[in-house]
């Protein structure tokens, strides 16, 4: 029999906010003079931040304890997140890797095997710290497969190690390097690898410190990181991203240098020809391109340059100028990725924001359109040019994350590891709406619930959205979702202009001065669940990270009164200062700077979170996340926006923020602590509409 557990949404009384001292700091902006009183919070080493931190956790936290079903969601999410969890394996030398959780595993483990023997354990990052908050970022096999070089980070840290093992005997060749950021790994052949890192902050907190420079270098094995050459970047040129790799072939190192987020040059050096001068393939800014794969002195380059939903091309590096490309997948109607495996070419394809898988041989002729399970999210297209059969995972909101084995000559697939996850698809519904903004655009949004339920308005909603850096909202199978759907909830995810659904021209629709596009769509989706029963503005909740924690700030400064709670995660919410810490002047794409012109310090001014806050409004039941080693977007955003919005929020909804500790920006958390914030979440949103919960 269920237990019905309900608390009203008034029920907690006495909420005393900790005192937030206001300090006397302004900045002119081109003749406007902008009062800064919680500037102090920006100091992350501070006694008085850390004690505003932990005041602000504790009443936090007392406000979370008194939910009364708050332990009942966090053992049913337990319970729900707790079967074997599979990554799609990849074969590296004679070994086929994977990755698995058991099931509450804080980090799953890196598994291999050999042919059909058992599998054994490679690496076990749960090993490497007691908490679980040190995590196995990335690994990459030379191209032999005899060694390996993988990254860890420390606390959710951007900002991370590197240790190299051999292979077979999984010891340490005894080469650590520290302090890289934003890198990849690149081989040549088993003497080295090259990364990327900044020098890091010498003055202040090294967590915020501003990083501009990044550079390229080569790590010779058995040599201190002291040694390392300087291949490419410097402090001369200001590049604050730096990428390489080295074609499987071993033949060309490929370097991408970008100065924002969007847009970046194109590099390649002829590794078989000793001392060979790094050669420039494009230059400046303006279209995306990088090398994807090569025969011989063929280049194939994926690029937007006169194609904004991306071709593929192919030059000679002998002679490699843009009047020598030669298409091999012309631009189409959709969006286009493109990834190597068995000699073939993988293009995925956006259709409204779901995948369309297309194979071609080399010469780009199609061969064949690869059959999907349903409409969702297929990933993983990739292997090296020998594979025979490569893996791929196929998911949506009411498919589990599933691995294909997808074999290349024949175009056949089976499933290889189903999810096992206690969840009937068949008693939910997924379905894609288009629905107007503001100025009349059509945009997508994909709404799930359970079969049956009522549209009469009084299902608790959750809107999840993210609307900026090219970056495209694809179906994607959620554990933590589970507790709301199975409870009658809804949950919506509006594909928003500055998203790459319907590439460069949604993404630019969304960026600096067109950036009210975003918040425009993002309030009319909320507008069109309640208009279409599926909720009302007492049962709406709104949630976005990192850029989405923008966006909820920014709406619901602009809107407070349409929606009930609001989770802005991690969020960017100081829109006239977020240039000024780690790597956030490479944001600029999207949004300007506050220096840039009057009139976009006026646009940011107008729309910061921070700075539109107003005196005297009631604002939606908030709850502001964070953590204490977010170094990307630095936690200070979060302090300063709860601390002006606890002094000027009029009403009884509670506005709190829960600051994770010895966690970072959200990749590589801990297990347990995304069941803890997880289930923080789901009370609190429907604490505070009242909602029953159904044991």
């Known amino acids: 029999m269920s237990d019905n557990i309900i608390a009203p949404a008034d029920s907690i009384k006495n909420l005393v906010y900790p005192k937030s001292t206001k300090g006397t700091v302004s900045d002119d902006y081109f003749g406007t003079k902008v009062e800064d009183p919680y500037r102090w919070l920006e100091n992350d080493t501070s006694a008085e931040t850390k004690a505003w931190v932990i005041a602000e956790n504790k009443v936090t936290q007392n406000y979370l304890e008194q939910i009364p079903y708050r332990q009942a969601m966090k053992d049913r999410l337990s319970e729900l997140w707790n079967y074997e969890k599979f990554s799609a394996p990849f074969k590296e030398g004679a070994y086929t890797y994977f990755y698995k959780n058991d099931g509450l595993q804080n980090q799953s ?153 969007t847009g970046n040059e194109l590099y390649i050096k002829d590794l078989t020809q000793p001392n060979s001068a790094i050669v420039k393939l494009v230059g400046g800014f303006d279209t995306e391109q990088n090398v994807i794969a090569c025969k011989g002195s063929k280049l194939y380059i994926y690029t937007n340059d006169q194609a904004p939903n991306y071709r593929l091309v192919a030059v000679d590096a ?109 008693k939910y519904e997924s379905k894609q709406v288009f629905y107007p903004s503001k100025d009349g655009t059509k945009i997508p949004m994909i709404i799930t619930y359970k079969k049956g339920i009522s549209l009469d308005g009084n299902n608790p909603t959750l809107l999840y959205a993210y609307g900026g850096f090219n970056i495209s909202l694809t179906p994607a199978f959620s554990t933590s979702n589970i507790l709301l759907l199975e409870q009658g909830g809804v949950y919506a995810v509006a594909n928003l202009r500055g998203g790459g659904e319907y590439g460069d021209k949604w993404h630019d629709a969304g960026t600096k001065m067109q950036k009210q596009n975003v918040f425009d769509d993002f309030i009319a989706a909320g507008e069109f669940l309640i208009k279409e029963k599926y909720t009302s503005k007492d049962y709406l909740a709104i949630s976005g990270g990192s850029n989405g924690g923008l966006l909820v700030g920014a709406v619901m400064t602009q809107r407070p009164e349409l929606f009930k709670v609001a989770f802005p995660a991690v969020g960017v919410l100081d829109m006239l200062r977020y240039n000024k810490f780690t790597a956030g002047a490479g944001w600029s794409y999207d949004y300007g700077t ?69 966690a970072g920006h959200g990749q590589g958390k801990s297990t347990a602590k995304v069941i803890e914030e997880q289930a923080d979440k789901w009370a609190f949103m429907f604490q505070n509409m009242g909602v029953k919960y159904v044991k």
């Open 594 to 662: 506050a220096e840039d012109s009057k009139e976009m310090f006026e646009y940011l001014y107008n729309y910061s979170p921070y700075s539109a806050l107003t005196e005297g409004t009631n604002y939606p039941a908030t709850m502001v996340t964070t953590a204490d080693h977010d170094d990307r977007v630095v936690p200070a955003h979060s302090f300063k926006f709860a601390a002006r919005l606890q002094e000027y929020h009029k009403g009884n909804a509670p506005v709190l923020i829960r600051i994770e500790t010895n």
């Open 318 to 426: 002998k002679n490699p100028a843009k009047a020598n490309w030669k298409n091999v997948i012309p631009e189409t109607e959709n969006v286009m990725q493109i990834s190597t495996a068995g000699d073939k070419l993988f293009a995925s394809y956006l259709k409204d924001a779901t995948s369309l898988v297309l194979q071609f041989d080399m010469d780009g002729k199609k061969e064949r359109e690869i059959a999907l399970p349903g409409i969702g999210t297929a990933s993983g297209f990739s292997g090296k040019k020998t594979d025979k059969e490569l893996y791929f995972t196929f998911t949506s909101y009411v498919f589990p994350a599933t691995v294909f084995k997808y074999n290349i000559g024949s175009g056949q697939s089976e499933i290889y590891k189903k999810s096992g996850v206690n969840f009937d698809p068949t």
């Open 109 to 261: 483990v890196l598994y291999r095997q050999k042919g059909e023997s058992e599998a054994e354990v490679f690496l076990n990052p749960n090993e490497f710290s007691k908490d679980g908050t040190t995590f196995l970022a990335e690994i990459e096999f030379s191209k032999d497969g005899s060694l390996a070089a993988y990254q860890l980070s420390e606390g959710g840290s951007d900002w991370r190690k590197v240790m190299v093992i051999k292979s077979q005997s999984i010891s340490s060749v005894g080469d650590t390097l520290k302090d890289v950021k934003f890198s990849g790994l690149a081989w040549h052949g088993n003497d080295g690898f090259y990364y990327s890192s900044y020098d890091k902050p010498t003055e202040g907190s090294q967590l915020s410190g501003l990083t501009q420079y990044h550079k390229l270098y080569y790590h010779q094995l058995g040599t201190p990181q002291e040694k390392d050459k300087l291949v490419f970047g410097g402090n001369q040129t200001k590049r604050r991203y730096i990428g390489a790799t080295v074609t499987e072939d071993q033949h060309y190192l490929v370097i991408t240098a970008a100065n924002a987020t």
